[in-house]
């Protein structure tokens, strides 16, 4: 098992305050009070203030709907696959692949983060983030 993220930008291994038991995702806090993902250095969305702060999300959210991809046109993506939209619970809305469990998925699902081992387009070991259902 390699410890390596496949995009250390948009998470990481250890989970946030709120949620110290799953990965959290690197996002940014303006002092407005806006909070999004991922972390963006030109500005808030909101009101446009550029002294805006990185921030660990919470790895937790509520899933708002999810798709079954058949087909992929990306070569090394290997289908099927689920997708979602999840919010989270610090409040950004996220779109990532999730862990499926061979049950369906449904809108209010609860989800959280969760680090599995892939593969990169150059074929090396690494660890991904993914969403998957709260036990």
Same mark, same amino acid.
């Given at each position: !098992?390699?410890? #390596?993220?496949?995009?250390?930008?948009?998470?990481?291994? #250890?989970?946030?305050?709120?949620?110290?038991? @799953?990965?959290?995702?690197?996002?940014?806090?303006?002092?407005?009070?806006?909070?999004?993902?991922? !972390?963006? @250095?030109?500005?808030?969305?909101?009101?446009?203030?550029?002294?805006?702060?990185?921030?660990?999300?919470?790895?937790?959210?509520?899933?708002?709907?999810?798709?079954? $991809? @058949?087909? +992929?046109?990306?070569? +090394?993506?290997?289908?099927?696959?689920?997708?979602?939209?999840?919010?989270? #619970?610090?409040?950004?809305? $996220?779109?990532? &692949?999730? &862990?499926?469990?061979?049950?369906?998925? +449904?809108?209010?699902?609860?989800?959280?983060?969760?680090?599995?081992?892939? /593969?990169?387009?150059?074929? /090396?070991?690494? =660890?991904?983030? =993914?969403?998957?259902?709260?036990?």
């Amino acid at each position: !098992m390699t410890s #390596e993220l496949l995009k250390p930008a948009l998470y990481r291994s #250890e989970g946030s305050a709120r949620d110290p038991a @799953h990965p959290a995702l690197l996002g940014g806090a303006c002092a407005c009070g806006y909070l999004f993902f991922p !972390m963006q @250095h030109f500005g808030c969305e909101r009101c446009g203030r550029t002294d805006v702060k990185e921030r660990a999300l919470t790895g937790r959210g509520r899933l708002l709907a999810s798709a079954r $991809v @058949h087909l +992929h046109a990306g070569k +090394h993506r290997q289908a099927p696959f689920t997708v979602g939209s999840i919010a989270l #619970e610090d409040g950004p809305i $996220v779109r990532t &692949i999730l &862990i499926d469990d061979e049950k369906p998925f +449904h809108s209010g699902d609860v989800v959280v983060t969760a680090l599995l081992d892939v /593969n990169d387009a150059e074929g /090396n070991s690494k =660890r991904d983030l =993914r969403f998957a259902r709260a036990a």
